[in-house]
């Protein structure tokens, strides 16, 4: 996020957080869940099987 923020100032930083959450929730999702077998929780998944 800092290097967005760096090269591309505020803009940067607002596509870097975003991009920041789904890299994190693709990594959870395939690799974690389908590689490992384990079960990893993902706030919006919990919220909508409530």
Same mark, same amino acid.
């Given at each position: 996020?800092?290097?967005?923020? +760096?090269?591309?100032? #505020?803009?940067? !930083?607002? #596509?870097?957080?975003? +991009?920041?959450? !789904?890299?994190?929730?693709?990594?959870?999702?395939?690799?974690?869940?389908?590689?490992?077998?384990?079960?990893?929780?993902?706030?919006?998944?919990?919220?909508?099987?409530?």
């Amino acid at each position: 996020m800092t290097v967005f923020g +760096l090269l591309l100032g #505020v803009v940067g !930083v607002v #596509v870097a957080s975003p +991009l920041a959450i !789904v890299t994190c929730v693709a990594v959870k999702k395939l690799y974690v869940a389908d590689t490992l077998g384990e079960d990893t929780p993902i706030p919006t998944e919990a919220a909508a099987q409530d």
